[in-house]
């Protein structure tokens, strides 16, 4: 199993040995570590550990695998309901709640996935990430099994038992219009020099829709290409810039930015 950690000091990386140990010498400060089973692993995935390493002192940090006995299959199709053979994506579970937890991905192959899923009596939420040059947006997540099989309160979205869901499809919609921008100063000048991501997400029946892009340093432009309606779509932006401590600007939103329509066909 890969452990990663990373943090002030930078990045550091090692496997366990045979007995599931592992060790890695690191700078003192702050770390976040996480331990990585692989795609399709029979374990599922844990989320990062946070530690603070004093000079010269020795700090623990231990993983609990859940076993991933469950099995959950399908395609990425576009609106036609063709399979996207050539789309390279990484397709998620995670727990059917307000949070983001991971708890196992893997890649697609010809635009079919499979993941190993643990217990859960919940259920999960699927979905794939994908490129902004891969030409598509994923329209919304799907849940992990039937859901003509469950009620509205999630009964019946269990998941347990060494059960396999196949044809558990996530559809992709053609990117068609773009939502582009500056980050400008409090003078209305181009900030540059920075260097972050810009995303949008929208909302869905079953879960959200997430297409993200770069910060251009020079200029302190973005465009997010993405996919949207002839009526228009709603997305709310959000960014995080890699700024220093010493920055005058916040790495992330101070307020709440207003919802943009984008269109399909159009630049907004």
């Known amino acids: 199993i890969y452990v990663n950690a990373w943090g002030s000091g930078g990045w550091m990386s090692t496997t366990t040995d045979a007995s599931g140990a592992y060790s890695m010498s690191v700078s003192s400060g702050r770390w976040e570590v996480a331990a990585d089973p692989g795609a399709n692993a029979a374990f599922s995935h844990q989320p990062p550990v946070r530690t603070k390493v004093a000079d010269n002192e020795t700090k623990t940090v231990n993983f609990t695998f859940a076993s991933a006995g469950n099995t959950v299959s399908g ?8 399979v996207v053979s050539s789309l390279f994506g990484w397709v998620y579970a995670r ?13 697609l192959s010809n635009g079919e996935y499979t993941l190993r899923l643990p217990d859960s009596t919940d259920g999960y939420k699927i979905g794939v990430w994908i490129g902004p040059e891969s030409g598509y947006s994923m329209s919304a ?8 099989n469950f009620d509205t309160d ?15 499809d ?10 582009s921008g500056t980050f400008l100063d409090s003078d209305g000048n181009a900030v540059t020099g920075i260097e972050g991501d810009v995303f949008a997400v929208k909302g869905g029946a079953q879960g959200g829709s997430w297409v993200g892009t770069f910060v251009d340093s020079t200029t302190g432009q973005y465009e997010l290409t993405l996919a949207a309606g002839s009526e228009g779509t709603a997305f709310d932006l959000g960014y995080y810039l890699r700024v220093g401590s010493d920055s005058t600007y916040s790495p992330r939103p101070t307020s709440p930015i207003d919802a943009v329509t984008a269109v399909s066909g159009t630049t907004v």
Request: proline share 2%; net charge negative.
């Open 141 to 148: 997540e799907i849940n992990a099994v039937d859901s003509e």
């Open 75 to 82: 395609s990425v199709r576009d609106s036609n309901k063709s």
């Open 170 to 179: 996530i559809t992709v919609t053609a990117n068609d219009a773009v939502i």
């Open 95 to 107: 727990t059917d709640d307000s949070g983001f937890n991971v708890v196992a991905d893997g890649p």
């Open 154 to 168: 999630g009964t019946g979205a269990a998941l347990s038992g060494g059960a396999t869901a196949t044809g558990r």
